[in-house]
């Protein structure tokens, strides 16, 4: 099984300022790396595929980068509404054995 | 719109069975995967398996199985995960959800509203 690992568990950041989010996969999923947003109560929301590809709807505040084993979401300019939970995905492996990372919590400073 | 929709939140015993439904609408139901993630409280998302609308396939997660049983119903376009033998570490929200691109897997674009299962004696 492909172990993804998100790093920092929880980020305190200002609103305005930037939120850099790392994952990291325990083998090369080339770039099958999907990003998610969720907020309390409600279902997890693509913000990012194929490691760098905005979801239909996304603000170009939020922008991924990286493949094989090293991924970034980074949001450039943080507003109210994105202070959530963010999980990275990798759907590499056939047959299918997707994991999520841990999540990373980005909370208001 | 595209939508899918889950059925009711379900109180059992352990050593239960639990069967969760999914009804999409607004597309092809047969031309895209279906997944189910689960989320206990307070935790992180877990991927359970995938299944072909289409053919009816599946694939599941290796903690689940032999516990966990995909199946569709094409004329109703509605997937059913089914997991037994239920303990109390099962209690989670149960999430559908679709892959974004048709006959391939990828990320996941639909969500479903999610169904809590808990597990009490």
């Known amino acids: 099984e492909i172990v993804m690992t998100q790093s920092p568990a929880t980020l305190s950041v200002s609103p305005g300022e930037r939120a850099t989010l790392s994952c990291r996969a325990s083998?090369?999923?080339?770039?099958?790396l999907a990003w998610y947003q969720q907020k309390p109560g409600q279902a997890p929301r693509l913000l990012i595929y194929?490691?760098?590809t905005r979801a239909t709807g996304i603000p170009a505040r939020f922008s991924g980068s990286g493949s094989g084993t090293e991924f970034t979401l980074t949001i450039s300019s943080l507003q109210s509404e994105d202070f959530a939970v963010y999980y990275c995905?990798?759907?590499?492996?056939?047959?299918?054995?997707?994991?999520f990372g841990g999540g990373t919590k980005v909370e208001i400073k | 719109q595209v939508q899918l929709v889950q059925s009711g939140a379900e109180v059992k015993k352990p050593g239960a069975s639990v069967k969760v439904s999914c009804k999409a609408s607004?597309?092809?139901?047969?031309?895209?995967?279906m997944h189910w993630v689960r989320q206990a409280p307070g935790q992180g998302l877990e991927w359970m398996g995938i299944?072909?609308?289409?053919?009816?396939?599946?694939s599941y997660a290796q903690k689940f199985q032999g516990r966990v049983t995909m199946t569709r119903d094409t004329s109703t376009s509605t997937v059913y995960m089914e997991l037994s033998s239920l303990r109390s570490e099962d209690t989670a929200v149960y999430y559908c959800?679709?892959?974004?691109?048709?006959?391939?897997?990828?990320?996941?674009?639909?969500w479903g509203q999610g169904t809590m299962v808990t597990v009490s004696s």
């Open positions: 959800a679709r892959d974004r691109e048709m006959a391939t897997i990828t990320a996941f674009d639909i």
């Open positions: 995905q990798q759907y590499n492996n056939w047959p299918p054995k997707l994991t």
């Open positions: 607004g597309y092809t139901f047969t031309s895209y995967y």
């Open positions: 299944i072909n609308p289409s053919g009816g396939s599946t």
């Open positions: 083998q090369s999923v080339s770039s099958n």
């Open positions: 194929g490691a760098s």
